[in-house]
């Protein structure tokens, strides 16, 4: 009596299908895995700013504009 059969499962599910309807359940996975994910990463100690690289500084341009150049 104390063992949840899948027909338990089963029926915890439709009541979750139910609540939160077809569309937000792929959501909350994914918010769910985000936030494993994150965890897993945060208690390894590797932050996800270590493993990026930093963004590519723009190019300055050659001319000033020609407003500025008629001054």
Do not use: C, D
């Not at 937000?24 to 897993?40: M, T």
Request: no cysteine; net charge positive; aromatic share 4%.
């Amino acid at each position: 009596m104390g063992e949840l059969s899948p027909i338990h499962w089963l029926i915890v599910l439709a009541i979750i299908l139910l609540l939160f309807g077809g569309r937000k359940i792929p959501e909350l996975a994914k918010g769910l895995g985000e936030g494993i994910r994150s965890f897993k990463e945060g208690m390894s100690g590797a932050s996800h700013a270590q493993t990026t690289t930093p963004p590519a500084q723009a190019a300055a341009p050659a001319e000033k504009p020609a407003e500025e150049k008629k001054a």
